[in-house]
């Protein structure tokens, strides 16, 4: 059985585009979570998906991250017009109730 | 606000050392706490899961404790070898919230030297 993945694995990119980084979850699980790790730091939430819907996005730090799960499986995390500060290691986990099972991340860097 | 902490932020111990690893958080109204180990380009995997009706989990060399009312955990490493070598971060889910978002420590450096 596959694990959560996550694409791309690295992503750089310049400041004001936009990226989308994708996560694929372990079949059958319900919930979906994206987190955002800086260096030295532990994962911190940025929102969180039952089935198809949204359910927390409390994370999220400004209205430039936007989350979709339109079929209840795949995410995609978007960030709109990105700046330096965005660069970090993005973590994808989906769980079937409480245990969480975390993909390899996304290192975004923006330049 | 919930916050984790994890003492000591690194540590390194001659191979076949038994090591204790301290998880600390403020408010003890929790779902449940998990320990994590994270290695550098790899996602975090899980070791232990303890829900909060449960006080210890055990898997190999492995023991982790909690107890709730004080907001302290412990992950116990017996007999450590090179190969343990990594970062450990604990992780509470705060019943408060209503989600079960995890409230990430910033982790323990382990180097297990030969």
């Known amino acids: 059985g596959a694990g959560v993945s996550q694409s791309p694995r690295y992503k750089v990119t310049k400041r004001g585009q936009d990226v989308a980084l994708r996560c694929d979850p372990i079949?059958?699980?319900?919930?979906l979570y994206w987190y955002r790790q800086a260096l030295g730091q532990g994962p911190e939430f940025l929102t969180y998906?039952?089935?198809?819907?949204?359910?927390?996005k409390s994370g999220l730090p400004n209205d430039r991250f936007s989350a979709e799960r339109p079929e209840g499986s795949i995410s995609t995390l978007t960030i709109q017009r990105t700046e330096q500060r965005d660069s970090a290691m993005y973590r994808c986990?989906?769980?079937?109730?409480?245990?969480?099972?975390f993909g390899p991340g996304t290192r975004l860097t923006v330049l | 606000k919930q916050e984790v902490t994890q003492i000591p932020a690194a540590l390194s111990v001659p191979e076949g050392e038994n090591l204790v690893l301290n998880c600390s958080f403020t408010?003890?109204?929790?779902?449940?706490l998990q320990w994590f180990r994270q290695d550098p380009g790899k996602g975090l995997t899980s070791l232990l899961l303890?829900?909060?009706?449960?006080r210890e989990q055990t898997s190999g060399r492995l023991n982790a404790s909690l107890d709730k009312s004080s907001g302290r955990s412990t992950l116990y490493i017996a007999a450590s070898q090179p190969g343990d070598s990594a970062t450990y971060l604990c992780?509470?889910?705060?019943?408060?919230?209503?989600?079960?978002?995890?409230?990430f420590g910033t982790g323990t450096r382990l180097k297990v030297l030969a």
């Open positions: 986990a989906s769980s079937p109730g409480l245990e969480q099972f």
């Open positions: 079949s059958g699980h319900v919930s």
């Open positions: 998906f039952n089935y198809e819907a949204q359910q927390d």
């Open positions: 408010d003890s109204a929790i779902y449940n």
């Open positions: 303890i829900q909060s009706s449960q």
């Open positions: 992780a509470v889910t705060p019943s408060t919230s209503g989600t079960y978002k995890y409230i």
